[in-house]
């Protein structure tokens, strides 16, 4: 069974703070996706890495996915409050075309003013 | 262009009932995908439909089926429910044409109270 564990689970900052949020796993998976969700709406994909090493920058978020492809980081520089809500990773296996993603047990981040 | 759609967006069983759940996908995806999420937790993978047929499945009872009709709709239907059916089921849409490379997009969520 693959799995993927987040830490913190639960992060509370003020805004202008720094944070980094780390997903693990045992398992190697052909991408990692991250995601933010906020209550009462679906998941939204925010990057996907794919090259283990690979670093992506999306304003003031950096994604990093280590260099064996089973760990990732999400660093937010100077938190706002509308970076609020449940962030996910996301490791996505393939059988043939058929995918499937395994979610982490995600952070929840709230930023206050 | 609209996004995935599902329906209903709340609904309350009680135990042993039936629930069936809608998911439109988004504008030209084809494969549908449904995801369980209890609360406090990541959505765990149900199972994916493409040609109407089930391509892959995740560790869920036979309770859970689902169809997937030519204009690439989906259902997802549990039976006898349990007290621990109660979440949000979330359905997302990709198009098979960029399986390695597309977003996957998801719905807003059905959420199920099972009482």
Same mark, same amino acid.
């Given at each position: ?29 052909s991408s990692?996706q ?11 994909l925010?990057?996907t890495?794919v090259?283990? /090493? ?11 996915? /280590? ?25 996505e296996g393939w059988a043939g075309t058929a995918s499937k993603l ?12 | 262009d609209a996004g995935v ?18 998911c439109s996908p988004k504008s030209g995806h084809d494969t549908v995908s ?14 994916q439909y493409y040609e109407e047929e089930?391509r892959q ?11 997937q009709f030519p204009n690439y709709s989906s ?16 359905c997302a849409s990709r198009s098979i044409s960029e399986i390695n490379t597309g977003e996957l997009f998801f ?9």
């Amino acid at each position: 069974t693959q799995l993927l564990e987040q830490s913190p689970q639960f992060l509370s900052i003020q805004e202008g703070e720094n944070l980094t949020v780390y997903c693990n796993s045992s398992s190697v998976f052909s991408s990692l996706q991250w995601y933010r969700q906020e209550p009462g709406e679906g998941p939204v994909l925010l990057v996907t890495v794919v090259t283990g /090493g690979e670093v992506k920058k999306l304003k003031r978020l950096t994604f990093q996915f /280590g260099d064996a492809r089973k760990d990732s980081s999400l660093h937010i520089t100077a938190a706002q409050p509308g970076d609020t809500g449940l962030y996910l990773c996301a490791g996505e296996g393939w059988a043939g075309t058929a995918s499937k993603l395994t979610f982490g047990t995600g952070t929840r981040l709230q930023v206050t003013l | 262009d609209a996004g995935v759609t599902q329906s209903p967006t709340h609904l309350i069983k009680t135990r042993g009932q039936q629930v069936t759940l809608r998911c439109s996908p988004k504008s030209g995806h084809d494969t549908v995908s449904w995801y369980q999420q209890a609360l406090g937790q990541g959505p765990q993978f149900i199972f994916q439909y493409y040609e109407e047929e089930e391509r892959q499945r995740g560790n869920f009872p036979d309770r859970f089926s689902g169809h997937q009709f030519p204009n690439y709709s989906s259902e997802l239907n549990v039976n006898a429910l349990l007290l621990g059916d109660s979440a949000l089921y979330l359905c997302a849409s990709r198009s098979i044409s960029e399986i390695n490379t597309g977003e996957l997009f998801f719905g807003e969520g059905s959420r199920l109270t099972v009482l």
